[in-house]
């Protein structure tokens, strides 16, 4: 039986909970022994940060009256047995929703007003003043108290032709794109940005967050849906309705809104050609029927340039009847499940994917310093067991040598800490290096340094070329970066043979950051606001308040990647600073135990034997704990037979 995309979440949700489970129990089994260094602590930090955190987008693109709140309500919603998201004839998503949960919100509706597009602060930023969105409370066990607080999103206001200029719905230079003007004067807008709808929706619960955006006048209007939301996400589903086909209106979104110019990848990309019961026709056989929907799908394929699998025809109406009435046949008929099929296997096969290697890599770091741990105190107990094994037979002089000589090694190691300090405080000069120019400062800089040039008279047609010198200074300094840190890896990996050399440490430079990644992540978000720049925005970006809003929002998404990039080199940073800790800790116990040793063999002739026998008994303990260690992390890295297969399945690749 085919596996539906609510299915396929549900088992990557029971996988997020058991890895959780298990990275505790991992956490606290470190702790027990004493394994549990700054830099493990912060890998399980991230880790865990990582699991509960983790979301997975699907936006649902598409011109007014294609059918997209129906088919949200058809894959999501049809448990309820009723329409959730508004889905009547004409338009309904007036703003674009967002779907998704957060267990310290209770069950609500947040609105935005319309009004704040006249100020210069992005979405992101009004996210964090709950008191400026309008809340409308949800009852998730009442679908039609649910439904009918949803209809909100479908709400309009009436303006005057100024006023709709000012929040972008109206252009005179390009009046044929222009809302009508009612006999009053006056033109419909959406009175609501953005809406939010926080509810414990079992999917929503774990981490699924849907984005149904409205038509193309509102996605153009509002920036940070493009070169933000959008591009972000982990699969787009753009609906288009079977018996029209592409419009010119379909393409332009298409174009301008979701494939990246330059070639960009299409891979993230699901087109459905809904309102397929359209083309039902009792008139017409059911090959013939079949026929006319084969031909409209080769046809979008090629106009779209995409592989003819990609577009999905569907009847998200019917698939919902069928569902609501369990009609079986109607269902298959409806074809909706073949469309979750391919967002089960596509975005939820490759997430998983995507999310267990960067798990594995974490858990492999994470093994290798617990390991380096038990080694620094394996090589201890080697050394005491040769010095204890040389004391047999030995007359009593010679084991008071063997303590002056412990305590004149002991007295050298602690002289050395000057030494040590001296290379952390190079080593940390070097790294403000890094900081700073992977910082807040530097990247508010830059941001001013492109809002200024965009204010500058005339440069309606040398808006690209600002964005390019932006960009090109962003991986400048990224490369920068990597230079710096390239050179302290070499300073570390000199530093630490020296150590190893004359203090018999094992220490070894941890991987240095590879910054390269991050550059990539910026010709990305580059692509994707070269794409918002073409002709069809060149009038709104002539308006210094949009152009701002468009560096805001080019802000936000950049402070995500430069903070993850710090991230990597403070991790860089406390891996290596926690090794030296390490050893020496484990030197200075070890001192601590070799003197206890000779003390007691000098007190009772049986004390030699005795401590060898501890020793002995300790080495035993450390191969357990290895083998404990390495059981533990396999569990997190080695997925359950059925995952396994699951994830073999042929799949939609995702960006």
């Known amino acids: 039986m085919a596996t539906s995309f609510n299915d396929q979440f549900d088992q990557h949700g029971a996988w997020r909970r058991e890895f959780a489970l298990r990275l505790k129990l991992l956490a606290e089994w470190l702790k027990d022994h004493e394994l549990l260094d700054s830099a493990v ?41 009723r329409r959730i998201m508004p889905a009547s004839a004409g338009r309904t998503t007036m703003c674009p929703t967002e779907l998704g949960y957060d267990a310290e919100v209770p069950p609500c509706l947040r609105l935005l007003p319309i009004e704040t597009r006249m100020q210069p602060q992005p979405l992101m930023e009004w996210r964090a003043v709950p008191e400026k969105w309008l809340r409308v409370d949800l009852d998730v066990n009442d679908p039609g108290q649910l439904a009918q607080a949803l209809e909100k999103v479908s709400e309009v206001v009436r303006v005057p032709p100024e006023e709709a200029k000012a929040l972008g719905f109206w252009h005179e230079d390009v009046p044929e794109d222009n809302p009508m003007v009612g006999n009053d004067g006056l033109i419909e807008v959406p009175r609501w940005r953005h809406a939010l709808i926080n509810i414990a929706h079992p999917l929503l619960k774990q981490g699924l967050v849907i984005l149904d ?7 153009g209007a509002e920036p940070e849906l493009t070169v933000n939301l959008i591009p972000q996400a982990h699969a787009v589903v753009f609906i288009l309705a079977a018996d029209t086909g592409v419009t010119k209106s379909d393409l332009t979104i298409w174009r301008e809104h979701l494939v990246a110019e330059n070639g960009g990848s299409t891979e993230a990309r699901l087109v459905v050609l809904n309102k397929i019961d359209t083309m039902w026709d009792a008139l017409s056989t059911p090959a013939q029927v079949q026929s006319q929907i084969d031909r409209q799908r080769a046809t979008t394929a090629e106009i779209l340039g995409l ?110 800490g000057a030494k040590i300090h001296a290379v952390r405080s190079v080593h940390l000069k070097l790294l403000r290096e890094v900081f700073a120019l992977l910082g ?63 203090y018999g440490f094992s220490l070894q430079a941890p991987r240095e950051p590879e910054l390269a990644r991050y550059e990539r992540d910026l010709d990305l978000v580059e692509r994707s606001h070269n794409q918002y720049l073409g002709v069809g925005n060149a009038l709104r970006l002539a308006q210094p308040e949009f152009a701002d809003r468009l ?22 940073n406390k891996s290596a600073a926690a090794q030296l800790d390490a050893q020496l800790r484990e030197r200075r116990r070890n001192f601590g135990r070799r003197i206890e040793a000779i003390e007691r063999i000098q007190e009772a002739a049986s004390g030699l034997d005795d401590r060898i026998g501890e020793i002995d008994a300790q080495e035993a303990a450390l191969d357990q704990l290895d083998a404990k260690l390495a059981e533990l992390t396999s569990h997190l890295t080695n997925p359950p037979a059925a995952d396994t297969a699951a994830s073999n399945e042929p799949v939609l690749k995702t960006a």
């Open 307 to 416: 592989p003819q699998e990609r577009v999905i025809p569907v009847s998200a109406q019917k698939g919902l009847v069928a569902k609501v009435n369990n009609d079986a046949e109607l269902l298959k008929k409806s074809e909706l499940p073949v469309l979750e099929q391919a967002l089960a296997f596509g975005v939820m096969g490759q997430r998983q994917a995507i999310l267990r290697a960067a798990v594995s890599g974490s858990i492999a770091e994470l093994r290798h310093e617990a390991t380096r741990v038990i080694n620094i105190r394996r090589r201890d107990l080697a050394e005491q067991m040769v010095e204890l094994k040389g004391l047999r037979g030995k007359n009593t002089s010679v084991i008071r040598h063997m303590r002056a000589r412990i305590e004149q090694e002991q007295g050298d190691f602690d002289a050395s």
């Open 551 to 572: 560096v805001r929002a080019l802000a936000t998404r950049l402070r995500v990647v430069y903070e993850s990039a710090l991230g990597e080199v403070e991790l860089w």
């Open 213 to 219: 955006t409205p038509g193309l006048n509102a996605i």
């Open 440 to 502: 807040t400062s530097t990247l508010k800089a830059e941001m001013a340094e492109l809002t200024k040039a965009l204010r500058q008279p005339g440069i309606k047609l040398g808006v690209k070329k600002a964005y390019g010198e932006t960009f090109n200074r962003l991986r400048a300094g990224l490369r920068k970066a990597q230079s710096t840190s390239a050179e302290i890896q070499s300073m570390l990996t000199g530093t630490f043979r020296q150590l190893n050399a004359e």
């Open 41 to 81: 602590e912060e890998r399980l930090r991230r880790l865990e940060t990582q699991m509960r955190s983790d979301k997975v987008m699907v936006a649902f693109v598409a011109e007014f009256s294609r059918g997209k709140s129906e088919l949200i309500n058809a894959i999501f919603f049809a448990g309820y047995k």
